[in-house]
């Protein structure tokens, strides 16, 4: 059984930056493509950023193009999330998820397409 763990989160300001990770145990990390979803209170999950096993192709929401960079680390089981000129739109609760990548190359962006999810950590901007 994968299980992910989150950590990174907190208060930040406005403009500043902050680094998620992620870790991956219980299957082989580098079968599997990865993912960030952003949920804040009230709203929907929603894609932030996704990474193949291999790390050659990534995709990002508009909302966070140029800001965020996700990374993976296949020997460390480790995929992580750098978040740079933070909004207070950025604020919720982020999570990462695992998908056992069956077609390789494709970054996944829709939740019901992944198989497993952390807890979450939650991200604050303060204005």
């Known amino acids: 059984q994968v299980q992910l763990v989150e950590s990174g989160g907190g208060l930040i300001e406005t403009g500043g930056s902050l680094r998620l990770s992620c870790e991956f145990s219980g299957r082989t990390f580098a079968d599997y493509t990865m993912a960030w979803f952003r949920q804040a209170p009230g709203k929907g999950r929603y894609f932030v950023a996704g990474?193949?096993?291999?790390?050659?192709?990534?995709a990002y929401a508009d909302s966070v193009k140029g800001r965020f960079t996700i990374a993976r680390d296949n020997a460390k089981n480790t995929v992580l999330l750098q978040m740079n000129s933070l909004k207070s739109e950025d604020t919720a609760v982020y999570s990462c998820?695992?998908?056992?990548?069956?077609?390789?190359?494709?970054?996944?962006?829709?939740?019901?397409?992944?198989?497993?999810w952390g807890q979450g950590t939650q991200v604050t901007v303060s204005s």
């Open positions: 998820a695992a998908a056992f990548e069956r077609i390789v190359g494709r970054v996944l962006k829709s939740p019901p397409e992944f198989e497993y």
């Open positions: 990474i193949t096993k291999n790390g050659q192709s990534s």
